[in-house]
C-alpha cells in the first residue's frame, strides 16, 4: 500500500505559478512511475507529467511541455510539480498518482497507475 498526499492548490491569474507536492508514505519501493495527472469536469483524467522514482527521467503531456516541471526528492519521499505560465484550460482538479514497474509502458495513462491522492483543486482566472 502507498498513501499519497497531495499539497499546494488554489487559485491564481492567467500567467501566474503555483507548485504542487506530492508526499508518499507506505510501501515506497514498489514505487517506479510518480505522476501528476489533471481532471475537469467531464472529461477524462489526463497525464500532466511523470517521473522514474530511480532514474529521474521525465516525460510531460502536451499540455504542459515547456511549463510544468515535474521532480522528485527521495529523500523525502515527495514529488513536485511546478507549474508556470498557467492558462485557464489549466484549471483542474491534480492528482499525483504512483505506478509498480509495469507503468513504463505508458507511464502517462492514468490506467498504468495504482495509488492515487484525493486531489487538489486549481484554478486560473482569466
Known amino acids: 500500500q502507498v498513501q499519497l498526499v497531495e499539497s499546494g492548490g488554489g487559485s491564481v491569474q492567467t500567467g501566474g505559478s503555483l507548485r504542487l507536492s506530492c508526499a508518499a508514505s507506505g510501501y515506497i519501493n514498489s514505487i517506479t512511475c510518480m505522476g501528476w495527472f489533471r481532471q475537469a469536469p467531464g472529461k477524462e483524467r489526463e497525464g500532466v507529467a511523470f517521473?522514474?522514482?530511480?532514474?529521474?527521467?521525465?516525460e510531460y503531456g502536451d499540455s504542459a511541455k515547456g511549463r510544468f516541471t515535474i521532480s522528485r526528492d527521495n529523500t523525502r519521499n515527495t514529488f513536485d510539480l511546478q507549474m508556470a505560465s498557467l492558462k485557464p484550460e489549466d484549471t483542474a482538479k491534480y492528482y499525483c498518482g504512483t505506478g509498480p514497474p509495469a507503468c513504463v509502458v505508458d507511464p502517462l495513462s492514468a490506467t498504468q497507475y495504482h495509488y492515487w491522492g484525493k486531489g487538489t483543486q486549481v484554478t486560473v482566472s482569466s
Open positions: 517521473i522514474y522514482r530511480g532514474s529521474g527521467r521525465t
